[in-house]
C-alpha cells in the first residue's frame, strides 16, 4: 500500500504544515486507503496567505501580460506531461475513473493554454472623444487579491479555470479547494510555482468551511470565485455583498434531456447515459432529468435501461469500469436517502435503487446506476439536486409539453435537447431558461473560449471563461486622454 501524502499547503513561495484540525483525504474505492493526510489551515495561516497576496499585488499587476501568460503556457507543459500519473491520482482520490482522471488533467492543461494566451489579447478599448484633441480609453484592471474557492467534483479543471484567468488578468489569488481532494490541489500548486510565479501570487490553503468562511469574511480579498452548492453559493454572495465586493457563483443544477419523437435514439440514448452517469453524476452539468414524448418514450427508456445493464461500475483505476464511486460516505448516503425518498413519493424503479450490499462494491461508496419513472412532477427528485447517478424520467405528451417540463425548474445551468427537427432545436433556444444548451449532445461539457454559468439558482454574477471572465476578474478605469497642447 502507498504511504500518504502529506497534505500541506503553500503561501508566499512556502510549503508548510497546517495547524487546525486533522485533515485526509480518502479513496472513496476503497475507503481503508489514506492518499493524503495532514492538518487543515488556521484563521492565521488565512491571514498570512491574504497579507502575502496583498503585497504581491501590485508588482504582479505591473508584470506585464505576456509575462503573466507565459507562466501560465510553462505550467500548461508541466501538466500535460504529467496528465496520466495526476489522471490516476485523481481516479484514487475523487472516484471518477481514471480515463475521465486523465481527460480532466489535459482540459485544465488546454485551460492553462488557453488563459495564458488571452492576457496580452487586448488590454482595453479605444473611443473617439466628443471633444477636439481627445481620445478615451477604457483600460482593463486587475481587480487585486482575489478568493477561490473550489468543489471536489473537478479538483484541477475547476480550478485551473478560475485560477488561470485570475493570475492571466493580473490579479493574486488565494485558494481553497475542497478538503476531499488536497492532492491534486497540491499538484497544480506546484506547477504554477515550478512554471515561475512569483512568492504570494498563488496561495493554497486546505481546509473546510472555517477557511472559506476565513475568505470570504477578509477585508483583505477584494472578489470572491467559488463553485459548488446553491445554498453556499448564496451565503458567499451574501458575505461578499456585506463587504461590497464582487462574487461569481456557480452553482446546482437539475439539468434536463429531452428526447423528441423524432430523435436519433441510438445516438440521444449514448448522450444520455453519459450526461446522468458519467462522473457518477457529480457534475453541476450533469443529465437528472429526461424527459421523452410519449411515442418512444417505451423505446427510448428500454434502449436507455439497456445500456447501463452493460456498465462496469467499479473501481475507477481498473481498465474498462465506465463508473466508479461518489466522493465520500455522506454523498452516498444523502443519494440512497433521496432515492428512498422518491420511491416513497410513488417513484417505480427502473434501474439501480438499491445500495450494493456485498463485495468491493459495499465497502466502498459506490452508488448503482439508477433510472426512476415518476409519476408526476412533485416529487422532491425533480426538483432538488442529488448530486449522484440518478436519472428522474417523466413522459410528455409532445414537444410543448416537454419544454414546459424541462423548464420548470428552480435551476437553469444546461439542458440537452435531441431533435432532427431544425425549428424544434430552435424552439428550445426561446422555451428553455438555461445557460447552456446541447442540442443532440450530452448536458455536460464546457470548452474555456465560451461563456459557462446558469441561470436562475444556477449561477450568480459575471459567467465564467471566454471573454466573459474577463468581466470578473478585471475592472476598468476610463482615460479622458489629451495632449498638453492647448487645444484650438
Ligand atoms: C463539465 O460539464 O464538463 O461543477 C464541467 C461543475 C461545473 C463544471 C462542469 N462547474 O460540475
Redesign the pocket.
Known sequence: MTTPVLLQHYIDGEWFDGGAEALASISPAEPDVTVARGRAATGDDVDRAVAAARAAARPWARTPAHERGAVLARAAAVVESSASQWGAELAREEGKTRGEGVAEVLRAAQILRFYGGEGDREAGEMFASPRRGEQILVARKPVGVVGVIT?F??PI??PAWKIAPALTYGNTVVWKPAGTVPLLAMRLMQALADAGLPPGVLNLVIGGRAVGAGIADHPGVDALTF??STAVGRSLAAAGAARGVPVQA?MGGKNAAVVLGDADLDLAAEQVLLGAFRSSG?????TSRLIVTDDVADEFVGELVARIGKWTVGNPLDEDVHMGPVVDAAARASIRAGVDEAVRQGARVLCGGRPYEDGELAAGFYVPPTVLELPGTRLDVWREELFGPVLAVCRAADAETAFALADDSEYGL?AAVFTQDLTRALGALDDLDVGILHINSES???DPHVP?GGAKKSGYGPK?QGRAAREFFTHTTTVYLRGGRPIA
Not at 457529480?282 to 450533469?286: E, I, M, S
Request: proline fraction near 5%.
Open positions: 468543489p467534483n473537478f479543471a475547476i463553485t459548488g456557480e457529480q457534475k453541476c452539468t450533469a444546461s455536460a461539457g464546457a459557462f465564467e
